[in-house]
């Protein structure tokens, strides 16, 4: 693609993710027109915008389940999805090669890709097992230690039909645990729950927030980012907006698209509670 930036810049040396004037275009319609933040370890970003302003392809930018269009992705100064070939030009990765990212970054989507035939432990092991190399007693260990996580460790024998949509998604937040992720991304987790099962989702997202986990968080639930979030940004159009703290952002948005936008989300998660 393009010369080999610096691995370092000295402003934002301490980021765990850094990310770097993202561009994505499908055909000529631009998705991300040079989306550039950091998130620190330990810290939780809730990235809100309306529907279709890129924020999905953001995070599918961000481990290479969509290949950027330009810009760079480091996490811990280590670049993502593209490695310097022999003549020093930078080459995308191969999925062999990217695998191991990816794992780094585990993604928490709004349905939950449960496999129907496992058990939920299984489910939660199976990554362990075929990526990680871990034993079946390992594996098991672990699937376990991370349904405790999610308070279903005692739905482990349990088949995913068996059990609730907000349960479902605890055991996929369960199993991307497992990968035992550096960055945890998470895309609307809660936008296909029926309302009432939607607190359990977010109790164990705040939990996990609480733990200094480093997170990317795409909602809709307004209210809930301002209280779990250390930062946000908002998009929009394939832009961002405002980022600041998420406090600044939600209580004092200084963009009129920012304002509008949370007025009509705000209006929006009241009338659903
Ligand atoms: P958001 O998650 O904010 O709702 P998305 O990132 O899903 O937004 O989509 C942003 C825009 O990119 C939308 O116009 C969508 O139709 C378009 N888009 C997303 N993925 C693809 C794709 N694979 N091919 C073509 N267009 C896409
Ligand atoms: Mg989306």
Redesign the pocket.
């Known amino acids: 693609m393009n010369a080999i930036a610096p691995a370092i810049t000295p402003a934002s040396a301490q980021a765990l993710l850094r990310v770097q004037s993202l561009r994505k275009s499908?055909g000529s319609?631009d998705?991300l027109k040079g989306i550039s933040f950091d998130l620190q370890r330990g810290e939780t970003l809730a990235l809100l915008?309306p529907?279709?302003?890129?924020?999905?392809?953001?995070l599918r930018c961000l481990n290479y389940l969509e290949k950027p269009t330009e810009g760079s992705v480091f996490l811990e100064d280590e670049r993502i999805g593209q490695v310097p070939d022999r003549r020093g030009e930078l080459r995308l990765m191969t999925d062999t090669e990217l695998a191991p990212q990816r794992a780094e970054m585990a993604m928490v989507f709004q349905l939950f890709y449960l496999w129907p035939h496992l058990s939920v432990r299984d489910n939660v092991a199976l990554g362990p097992i075929e990526c990680a190399g871990l034993s079946r007693a390992e594996a098991y260990n672990l699937a376990d230690e991370m349904l405790e996580k999610v308070h279903l460790r005692h739905k482990a024998e349990e088949y995913p039909e068996r059990l609730s949509g907000g349960q479902q998604q605890r055991v996929a937040i369960a199993r991307a645990l497992a990968q035992r992720p550096k960055v945890m991304l998470f895309d609307e987790p809660t936008s296909a729950l029926d309302p009432e099962l939607v607190g359990e989702v977010l109790g164990v997202i705040k939990e996990l927030a609480e733990e200094g986990r480093s997170m990317i968080l795409?909602t809709h639930e307004i209210s809930f980012a301002r209280e779990v979030a250390d930062r946000a940004i908002f998009m929009d159009g394939g832009h961002i907006v405002e980022q600041g703290t998420a406090i600044e952002v939600i209580d004092r948005p200084q963009a009129a698209r920012t304002k509008a936008f949370l007025c009509q989300a705000g209006g929006r998660v009241s009338s659903q509670r």
Do not use: R
């Open positions: 499908f319609l998705v915008g529907s279709g302003s890129g924020k999905s392809t953001c795409v």
